[in-house]
C-alpha cells in the first residue's frame, strides 16, 4: 500500500500540497484527478523521493521511500526521461543493467504491443512513442506499483486507445497503479478510487463504482460539480 | 558493497562514454596545437636568424648576440603550448557543471532516470566526480606525451649552433605551469591533487545546493563557496595578520593546509549527500 499521511509541501509562500492523506491500495487502479496545478504531478514525485516535502510521511508497504525501493515502485512521467541520442534498445540495456526487476521478456512482449522498433532513436520519435517507450520502461519491470503522470498527454487518439488497453490486461495486473490524467473520460470504467484535488488538497475521495451505483454520477460529473461550483 | 562498486563502474563507464566525444576534441585539439607550436616557434626564431644574417650580411655571432639561443623553454612558453593547456583547464572547468546541468536542461529530463536508479544517489556524485578526473588525468597524459613527441622536433628545427641545450626536464622545471602539472615532489603533488580534488567537491556540492534551493541556493552555493575558501587560505593569510612572518614552517604549513582542504573535502562529501538523498528536485 502507498499511504500519504499529513503530507505538506510549499513553492515559497505557496502551500502546493496542505494535508494530502490518502492510500493507493495494491491491485487497485487510484486516479489523482484535479485542473492544473492542483498538485497532482507533486504527490507522484514526492511520492518518488524527487521533491523534498516539508512536512508529513509517505510510506510504501510501511516504508519509507529508499534508493532500494525503486525496484518496487516504478515511475513513468509524461516527459522523455533518457537520452535522446539512445535507441529504444540501448534504453532497454539500460534498464537491464540498473534493475534486478527488469523482466526481459516482459518488456520484448510491450515492444511489440505497441509495435515500437528497438533500433529507433529517441530522438526520432514522436511525443506518442515517447509516452510509449516511457510506458515500457515504466512495466517492464516487476514491481508492486506503478506510478503515471498524465499518461495520453499531448498524443493522438489512436496511441491513446492502444494505452487504454494497457490497463485492462496482464501488463498491469495485481499491480497498485496510481495514475494522474485530464483524460478521465478513457479510463474511467477501470477506475477503483478517484482522489479529486483542489488547491492542494483532497476535496472528495470515493470509489468510483460505488459512485455510479449509489448516486448515478459518474467522475467527470463529480469533477464537474467541484471545479464549475 | 560489492552491488554498489558494480553500479559504481557500470555509471562511471557510462558517465566516461558521454564525455569521451568531448575529451577527445581537446585531446586532439591539444596535440594538433602543441604539434604546430613545436614546428612553427623554432621554424620562426631560425627564420628571423637567417633573415638577420641575409640582410646584414652577419655572422652566426652576430645573430645570437641579438636574437639568444633557442631552448625548449622558449617553444613552452608560446600561445601554442600554454593555450592548450588553458582550453583543456577552462574545458573541463565547464565540463564540471555541464556533467550536472544537463541532466536537468537537455532535451530530455535524465535527471527522473538517475534519481530513480536503484542505487545510492552518492554512487551517481562519485561516478560524475571520478569521470572528471579521469578527463583532467587524460588531458595530463596528453600533454606529456606531447613534450616527449615536441622535444625532437624542436631539437631537429633548431641547429646545434642556436640550440640553448636546454634538456626536456629543465625546459619543465624552469616554467610554472608545467611544474603544477607535473609537480615533481611527492608532497607537492599531494597539495595539488587534494586541492583539484576539494575544487570540484566543493564545486559539486554548490550545484546541488542550487538544485535543491533553486534561486536562494545560489546565494546560499556562493556563501559555501566563500567559506570554504576562507578555511583553506586562512593559514596563509595568518602570519600576516599576527604580524609574525616565522609563525608556521612551510612543510607545517604545507600539513595545516592539507589537512584543512581534507575537512572542507569530507564536510562537501556530506552536504552533498544529505542534498541528494533528501532535498534534491528533479
Known sequence: MIELRDVQKSYGRKKVLDGITFTANKGDITCLVGVNGVGKTTILNAIMNLTPIKKGDILIDGEKMTTELYNKVAF???????????????????????????????????????RLNTT????????????????????????????????????DIFTREQITEVFSSRLVED???????????????????????????????????????????????????VYNG | MKKSLNALLKLTSFELDRLSKFLFTLMGLTLVINLAGYIYTPMRHMNKINQFMTENSATAEEALQT???????NALNSFWIVGPIVIGITGMLFYSVFIWYREWFGKNTFAYRLLMLPVSRMTLFFSKFIVIFIGIFTLISIQMVSLFVGYPIVSAIISDTY???????EAIHAHPLFLFLFPLQPSYFMVIITAGAVMLL???TIILIERSFSVRGIFIGIGYAALSLAIVLFPLF?????????????????????????????????VSRYLINNKITV
Open chain 2, 67 to 73: 636574437f639568444g639561443r633557442f631552448s625548449f623553454y
Open chain 2, 202 to 204: 566543493v564545486l559539486f
Open chain 1, 175 to 225: 499491480r497498485g497503479v496510481l495514475i494522474t490524467t485530464h483524460e478521465i473520460v478513457d479510463i474511467e470504467h477501470l477506475i477503483d478510487k478517484v482522489v479529486l484535488l483542489d488547491n492542494g488538497r483532497i476535496y472528495k475521495e470515493f470509489n468510483a463504482e460505488e459512485m455510479r451505483e449509489t448516486e448515478g454520477k459518474s467522475v467527470v460529473d463529480v469533477m464537474r460539480e
Open chain 1, 76 to 114: 513513468i512521467p509524461d516527459v522523455a526521461i533518457m537520452l535522446p541520442g539512445m535507441t529504444v534498445g540501448e534504453t532497454m540495456d539500460f534498464m537491464k543493467d540498473y534493475y534486478d526487476t527488469w523482466n526481459g521478456k516482459r518488456a520484448k512482449d510491450i515492444v511489440r504491443f505497441f
Open chain 1, 120 to 155: 529507433d532513436k529517441l530522438s526520432e520519435l514522436s511525443k506518442g512513442n515517447q509516452a510509449k517507450v516511457n510506458l515500457l520502461m515504466g512495466l517492464a519491470l516487476d514491481v508492486d506499483y506503478v506510478l503515471m503522470d498524465e499518461p495520453f498527454s499531448g498524443i
Open chain 2, 238 to 270: 595568518l602570519p600576516n595578520l599576527l604580524k609574525n612572518n616565522y609563525l608556521f614552517y612551510s612543510s607545517e604549513l604545507l600539513i595545516i593546509e592539507l589537512i584543512l582542504m581534507t575537512v572542507v573535502g569530507i564536510c562537501s562529501l556530506f
Open chain 2, 163 to 169: 640550440a640553448s641545450g636546454l634538456s626536456l626536464m
